[in-house]
């Protein structure tokens, strides 16, 4: 039986949470938004359309997420507390970096996405609409962490997406997945034998997976 830590309790990330406002607005909004590099455009609109914005088309979206936008209109008047003002501009950035990103993906998918429907925030519950894509194990009480966000476009297709962050451009790409089986075989002989087992099982396994 899975152990009650497997559980998925963690909310989302300021930037998650501006990532899925950015996928409710256009686009080229958010790269007219980045332009001014004080931060100042940036804070303004969070604390005013942001907001709105968050409120019509986010689902659940938390109080404290609230506060989050309504604080950026004192971050934009007092200049006393440089850091919270600096983080929550970077936030924002790094938020709609993964919402551009995200809509290149679905547009790979054969998705056109200027702007979504309705997006779902999936840190630590799943709301009703999107709850039947959740990958959880009820017996066990094992929860995949599957995604961060479900994005819907339409009234049928809909699009989880699992977000990363890293400090910046220069450093190497996060894992897709946070741990592999296979580097708790690493060492000696008898270990490696079992991970060359591991290896053909999969590779056959998703080779079947890819045949059907």
Known sequence: MAKKSTEKKTSLEPSEVFCAVGLL?????????????????????????????????????DDRFKKMFQECAKLNREA????????????????????????????????????ADKVYLTGAQWPEEVNRFRMKDEDAKFDYN????????????FFGISLKKKPNVSKPDPTI???????????????????????KVRQEYFADIVKE
Do not use: C
């Open 146 to 157: 599957s995604s961060d966000l479900v994005v819907q476009v339409g009234d049928k297709k």
């Open 25 to 61: 607005i256009p686009t080229s909004q958010m790269r007219a938004l980045v332009k001014d590099q004080t931060g100042t455009e940036l804070l303004r609109w969070a604390s005013t359309d942001g907001l709105k914005i968050a409120k019509k088309g986010i689902k659940p979206l």
């Open 177 to 199: 997945i946070n741990k592999a089986f296979s580097t708790f075989l690493d060492g000696d002989d008898k270990n490696k034998k079992a991970l060359e087992a591991l290896n």
């Open 80 to 115: 006393t507390d440089l850091k919270k003002r600096t983080e929550m501009v970077a936030n924002i950035v790094a938020g709609f970096s993964g919402a551009i990103g995200s809509k290149v993906f679905m547009k790979a998918m054969n998705t056109f996405v200027n702007t």
